[in-house]
């Protein structure tokens, strides 16, 4: 069964630090990992996938297959980015199941 | 495409009263989920339907809950009875085969009293 696990419920840090958003994974296959976002009173959007191996407002993942990790990073935190960040996952190919973890709500303070 | 469109936004029950939530998709997409969100527990894979078929209701927490597709335009998740810790936001996502990302709707907002 696929699984994602977000250890982080809540983050805090202050503008300009570093942030990283910590996802792990299991599943047996070849998954593909994606970073949903949430923004205050708005609906989840999809903020970047590993297939596309983008920066998206400053955010880049790398899918980390040993680790079967997939963490989200960025340099500098803009007090923008205060979100809710889901990490997901779907096998991909014709099964079409989508898992998110528990979320990772991310503050950052002035 | 206006996108995914969930009604109602919001709704306050009684506890023992059926509550029913609609989904539209957005037109051409062939997958749509349901979710349910919660603080404890986060974002919850409901069922899942692939060309109106459902393929995955192992989510769906209590035969209190039931969802149908009849169509590809419109879906709905009925709870009855409900009961106070059914209040969560409850979401409808779609996405189209070929393509993985999936696109949500703004949620309802359930309150059982």
């Known amino acids: 069964a696929q699984r994602v696990t977000q250890p982080e419920k809540l983050l805090s840090v202050f503008k300009g630090a570093p942030v990283e958003l910590k996802c792990n994974y299991s599943y047996s296959g070849s998954p593909e990992l994606f970073w949903y976002v949430q923004y205050s009173r708005q609906r989840l959007q999809l903020l970047l996938r590993?297939?596309s191996r983008e920066s998206i407002k400053g955010f880049t993942a790398d899918l980390n297959k040993g680790e079967t990790s997939f963490h989200l990073k960025k340099p500098f935190a803009q007090e923008e980015d205060s979100a809710m960040y889901y990490c997901a996952l779907t096998e991909g190919g014709s099964n079409y199941k989508l898992t998110f973890g528990k979320g990772t709500l991310l503050t950052v303070n002035p | 495409d206006a996108g995914v469109i969930q009604s109602p936004r919001h709704e306050v029950t009684e506890m023992g009263q059926e509550v029913t939530l609609r989904c539209k998709p957005i037109?051409?997409?062939?997958?749509l989920f349901w979710y349910r969100q919660t603080m404890m527990r986060g974002l919850e894979l409901l069922i899942y339907f692939n060309n109106n078929v459902p393929i995955d209701d192992s989510g769906m927490p209590e035969d209190r809950f039931s969802a149908k597709m009849p169509n590809a335009s419109f879906s709905t998740l009925k709870i009855q009875p409900s009961e106070p810790r059914d209040s969560a936001v409850y979401f409808c996502a779609s996405r189209s085969t070929g393509r993985t990302e999936a696109f949500f709707g703004q949620g309802t907002r359930l309150t059982v009293v």
């Open positions: 037109s051409g997409h062939n997958s």
């Open positions: 590993h297939i």
